[in-house]
Each structure stands twice: as C-alpha cells, then as structure tokens.
C-alpha cells in the first residue's frame, strides 16, 4: 500500500470511528455528556470540541500547502481556534455537525492528494 492509499484508508477509519463515538455520545443524556470526567479536557463534550479543533488547525495548516488544496477552501469561513481547550460548541449536536463536516473535508482532501505532495515540508 503506497502512502497515498494509507491516507485515503485513515481518512476513511477516522470517519468511521468518529460515527461510533458520536453515536455513543448521544445515547448519554446531556448531564452526562457535559460531567467533568476529571480528564485533561474535562468533559466528553470538551474531549469532543479539543478533537474537532485540534483536526481544524491542523487542515489550516495543509490549507497553506504550496500546491494550494481546492478541497481546503472551505477552511477560509473557519476562525482559528486560540484554545484548544475551549468550548467551541456547547451542545453535542452542532459539534456532531462540526464533526461530520469536517470528516468529509478530510476525506475530500485525502482524494485529492498526490504523492509529490507528500514530500514538501510545511512551516
């Protein structure tokens, strides 16, 4: 399996397996979704928010790839996150939303990948 097919698979796992966890999530009444767990972010919502803002600065930053990603020009409506530890979204269903959109741009930029882009370094 050459690296573009590796990400294309783990773009789809990730779409995958974030449905399986947004869908346990919501069989959890809204107190036990926002309980503070005593985990580094607290919460499951917050664990949820740090994922999805984590996954937004890092496709900002392939947003800024040299070979300029169509599939990422989405990204321009999306504010920076300043905290990866902040409340994004303070309900489940507009962060499962968030989620969803942001699974499909990942796969729609992984479909669009090419293997001399693999090789450039981003700053």
Known sequence: MN????????????????????????????AQVRLDRQAFFGSILGTLNHLALGDTVWLKRFAQHPTGFTALVPLETIAQPG????????DLDALAARRVWLDQLILDWAGTLREPDLDQQLH
Not at 7 to 30: F, G, H, P
Not at 83 to 90: C, E, P, Y
């Open 83 to 90: 905290d990866l530890k902040q409340l994004a979204f303070v």
């Open 3 to 30: 690296r573009i097919e590796q990400i294309a698979l783990m773009a789809t796992y990730n779409q995958w397996m974030n449905r399986k966890v947004y869908d346990a999530a919501a069989q959890l009444s809204d």
